[in-house]
């Protein structure tokens, strides 16, 4: 099992750019979630998804969407690239959001810098 | 709302000694409690998961313990070394979405 991967480990973008970081995973798990880690402020929940074709806001949603077609996959897109949204970037899967027996596990982050 | 809160933020011990760190969170309604390990530039490796109904959880040399009516949780590390250098997190899930809350972290250094 390659778990959870993220693609690209880095970027930069100009202010106003769009781009898609994407995430997928190969254990068959129905949740799936991204966070934003920021100096200060820890780990904080964007999106989430419960399964496929369901997806919902966490705690700081704004400027990003998220859809979720397959069970595998589940890409972060953001419209248009602010300065504020510089910070890496963490996908994270479990076999359930409803069981208290499983584990999330974390892709390696994207590293994303807004000029 | 739930609140995730780890003391100290940072530490810094000499290899050889016990040391144990701490975490609250406000709200009992939690599925588990998860401790995680982050290397600098790294994603996070989970230590150890304690459901809503233990008391606590054991792997090698680390033991994390849940008292969900204080709403606090401890991770003990034994006999340190350097490499266990690194930043430890705290996260509760809640009940519900299953969402986790995590704690800000706290970073330690075990010095040769």
């Known amino acids: 099992n390659a778990g959870v991967t993220q693609t690209p480990k880095f970027q930069v973008l100009k202010t106003g750019q769009s781009m898609t970081l994407q995430c997928a995973q190969d254990?068959?798990?129905?949740?799936m979630s991204w966070y934003r880690q920021d100096p200060g402020m820890g780990l904080r929940l964007i999106h989430y998804?419960?399964?496929?074709?369901?997806?919902d806001q966490g705690e700081v949603p704004n400027g990003y969407n998220v859809s979720r077609s397959t069970t595998e996959d589940f890409p972060l897109r953001l419209l248009s690239a602010a300065p504020s949204q510089t910070s890496v970037y963490f996908c994270?899967?479990?076999?359930?959001?409803?069981?208290?027996?499983?584990?999330?596990?974390f892709g390696p982050g994207t590293r994303l810098t807004v000029l | 709302k739930q609140e995730v809160t780890q003391i100290p933020a940072a530490l810094s011990v000499p290899e050889g000694e016990n040391l144990v760190l701490n975490c609250s969170f406000t709200?009992?309604?939690?599925?588990?409690l998860q401790w995680f390990r982050q290397d600098p530039g790294k994603g996070l490796t989970s230590l150890l998961l304690?459901?809503?109904?233990?008391r606590e959880q054991t792997s090698g040399r680390l033991n994390a313990s849940l008292d969900k009516s204080s709403g606090r949780s401890t991770l003990y590390i034994a006999a340190s070394q350097p490499g266990d250098s690194a930043t430890y997190l705290c996260a509760v899930k809640i009940r519900g979405q299953g969402n986790l809350i995590f704690g800000k972290g706290t970073k330690l250094s075990v010095k040769p």
């Open positions: 304690i459901q809503s109904s233990q």
């Open positions: 709200d009992s309604a939690i599925y588990n």
């Open positions: 994270a899967s479990s076999l359930s959001g409803r069981s208290g027996t499983d584990t999330q596990y």
């Open positions: 998804s419960v399964g496929a074709g369901i997806t």
């Open positions: 254990m068959n798990h129905e949740y």
